[in-house]
């Protein structure tokens, strides 16, 4: 690829977990997008809790001729942002987008979790979001300007398949956290949007999910076709680029057209038809 065609040329981002699951084959969203701004032309550091996942990350986009460097950072701490972004500058004099993909949460109920999985989750979605833009914003503002994108869900915006309180609130203030920055931080020419993934198959539910829950997942969208990481990678891309130069305080759905459907919708499709909704239905 030429530099001229190079969408994130000159920009030097920032992913947070964006270290190598286990599952190498099996991508998640952070390490997605962490390969794909570098292979458009964007110096990355890539940030992760774990800093030997985060090697192979920045190891494979060597391997591909881009340039990256790692962090360890713990974003739950205010400490573990400031340091995130203060490597970011030191090792490449600025940052142009921060991407907040790191997540964490806990299934249950009201009635089933406890204070410590709300922690955890607010922690790591919301503070460590907030904390890591709070540092990150006035090196954007200097250099002219910036993007924000935080990986949010549908889960945060709906009741989703999953009992999940905690990781489903954080994702929704999360949200909203992401509008807040595009207002008050607009004047700045600081950009901040959401990506809110649908179903996709990704190293994150690779563990838990059966096949027959998997094959359910993926008719239940419109499209009938499994998204992955990539697809959230290339939005993200999107969202980084010029091209979005205009584009703040939205959230994007990346979920096949799930999110324009009820369960009657898509019934037939669930249960193993190729016909969506039926005509009798309302």
Same mark, same amino acid.
């Given at each position: 690829?030429?530099?001229?065609?190079?969408?994130?040329?000159?920009?030097?981002?920032?992913?947070?977990?964006?270290?190598?699951?286990?599952?190498?084959? =099996?991508?998640?969203?952070?390490?997605?997008?962490? !390969?794909?701004?570098?292979?458009?032309?964007?110096?990355? !550091?890539?940030?992760?809790?774990?800093?030997?996942?985060?090697?192979?990350?920045?190891?494979?986009?060597?391997?591909?001729?881009g340039e990256a460097a790692v962090v360890r950072a713990n974003v739950a701490e205010e400490a573990g942002c400031r340091a995130m972004v203060e490597a970011c500058v030191k090792e490449y004099g600025?940052?142009?987008?921060?991407? =907040?993909?790191?997540?964490?949460?806990?299934?249950?109920?009201?009635?089933?979790?406890?204070?410590?999985?709300?922690?955890?989750?607010?922690?790591?979605?919301?503070?460590?979001?907030?904390?890591?833009?709070?540092?990150?914003?006035?090196?954007m503002a200097e250099a002219g300007g910036g993007s924000i994108i935080n990986i949010t869900s549908i889960d945060g915006m709906r009741t989703g398949g999953i009992?999940?309180?905690?990781?489903?609130?954080?994702?929704?203030?999360?949200?909203?956290?992401?509008?807040?920055?595009?207002?008050?931080?607009?004047?700045?020419? &600081?950009?901040?949007?959401?990506?809110?993934?649908?179903?996709?198959?990704?190293?994150?539910?690779?563990?838990?999910?059966?096949?027959?829950?998997?094959?359910?997942?993926?008719?239940?969208?419109?499209?009938?076709?499994?998204?992955?990481?990539?697809?959230?990678?290339?939005?993200?891309?999107?969202?980084?680029?010029?091209?979005?130069?205009?584009?703040?305080?939205?959230?994007?759905?990346?979920?096949?057209?799930?999110?324009?459907?009820?369960?009657?919708?898509?019934?037939?499709? &669930?249960?193993?038809?190729?016909?969506?909704?039926?005509?009798?239905?309302?």
């Amino acid at each position: 690829m030429t530099e001229k065609c190079r969408r994130l040329a000159g920009k030097i981002a920032i992913v947070t977990g964006a270290g190598t699951t286990q599952a190498r084959d =099996n991508f998640g969203t952070g390490q997605a997008i962490a !390969l794909l701004f570098a292979r458009q032309g964007a110096k990355v !550091l890539v940030a992760d809790l774990d800093a030997d996942r985060a090697e192979l990350t920045r190891q494979t986009i060597l391997a591909e001729g881009g340039e990256a460097a790692v962090v360890r950072a713990n974003v739950a701490e205010e400490a573990g942002c400031r340091a995130m972004v203060e490597a970011c500058v030191k090792e490449y004099g600025g940052v142009h987008v921060l991407v =907040n993909n790191a997540g964490a949460g806990a299934s249950g109920t009201v009635t089933d979790i406890g204070a410590a999985d709300f922690d955890l989750a607010v922690d790591v979605n919301i503070k460590g979001a907030a904390m890591a833009a709070k540092y990150a914003i006035p090196v954007m503002a200097e250099a002219g300007g910036g993007s924000i994108i935080n990986i949010t869900s549908i889960d945060g915006m709906r009741t989703g398949g999953i009992r999940n309180v905690p990781y489903s609130v954080a994702k929704a203030g999360l949200s909203h956290l992401s509008t807040l920055m595009a207002c008050h931080h607009g004047h700045q020419n &600081i950009r901040s949007n959401c990506i809110a993934p649908g179903h996709i198959y990704g190293s994150y539910v690779h563990n838990f999910l059966t096949p027959d829950i998997r094959e359910r997942r993926r008719r239940a969208a419109p499209l009938g076709t499994e998204g992955n990481a990539w697809d959230v990678a290339w939005a993200a891309v999107f969202l980084a680029s010029d091209e979005a130069r205009w584009i703040s305080g939205i959230v994007l759905p990346v979920d096949g057209g799930l999110a324009t459907a009820t369960p009657l919708a898509m019934f037939d499709a &669930i249960e193993g038809g190729d016909n969506g909704a039926r005509g009798e239905v309302g």
